[in-house]
């Protein structure tokens, strides 16, 4: 008698216990690197719930030399999300070489869905014939440091 109470009462503690977790289905992790010629490196993480900007490679602003984590929005998600299908990212087979002539370009590697993709877009906005722009301007806008005006 006392071994069916036991079970019981353990099958009634698990599901007690049990978090409801989410999970995201897609699972997106993206690394950007931004290649800066003479300037170094500026790296970028980016998954559902957090982001990490990490300027320790950057050699032009010795002002920002840190890594750092921030939540990472969720319509900012979204909007990358958009862009990875609207643009077709995952296929992408694009290796500019722009950091030959003007030493910057954003090196990307994408996991999503279970898939894994790795491309080069300069970020002049000529030679991703426009059709990449949004992209560009979306990772620019968190790795490419704007001079502050006083």
Same mark, same amino acid.
Do not use: W
């Given at each position: ?18 978090? &409801? ?11 950007? &690197? ?53 643009? &077709? ?6 290796? &500019? ?54």
């Amino acid at each position: 008698m006392i071994r069916p109470i036991y079970f019981l009462f353990i099958a009634l503690i698990s599901l007690v216990s049990c978090t &409801d977790e989410k999970v995201d289905p897609i699972e997106l992790h993206m690394d950007v &690197d931004l290649l800066q010629g003479k300037c170094g490196l500026i790296k970028l993480q980016i998954e559902k719930d957090h982001m990490i900007q990490d300027f320790r490679g950057n050699k032009c602003e010795p002002n920002i030399t840190s890594e750092y984590s921030t939540l990472f929005p969720e319509e900012r998600y979204e909007e990358l999300i958009g862009l990875i299908e609207e643009l &077709d990212l995952m296929s992408l087979r694009r290796r &500019d070489c722009n950091s030959c002539s003007d030493g910057k370009d954003i090196a990307v590697k994408i996991n999503y869905k279970g898939k894994t993709n790795q491309f080069t877009i300069g970020i002049d906005p000529e030679a991703n014939d426009g059709k990449y722009k949004k992209f560009v301007e979306f990772v620019s806008s968190y790795t490419i440091i704007k001079p502050v005006l006083f």
